[in-house]
């Protein structure tokens, strides 16, 4: 897939945008709180392939915007 030796730090990375306030993923309770307390509803994870060094944040959005 990648050859490891050859990649320099942070020049590949690999992401994905998670829907954090999943009902079926989380328990009812929390769910419920999540959406009173109106927090952030998705996750961005981001992986750096080199290093495996890993980012994550979330958002009101998919997109770089906010």
């Given at each position: 897939?990648?050859?490891y030796e050859e990649i320099k730090p942070f020049s590949r990375l690999h992401y994905?945008?998670?829907y954090y306030s999943d009902e079926s993923a989380l328990p009812?309770?929390?769910y419920k709180m999540w959406k009173e307390?109106?927090?952030p509803l998705y996750v961005f994870?981001?992986?750096d392939v080199r290093t495996r060094?890993?980012?994550v944040?979330?958002?009101d959005s998919k997109?770089?915007?906010v």
């Open positions: 897939m990648y050859n994905d945008v998670k009812e309770l929390t307390l109106k927090l994870n981001i992986i060094f890993r980012f944040g979330i958002s997109d770089s915007s």
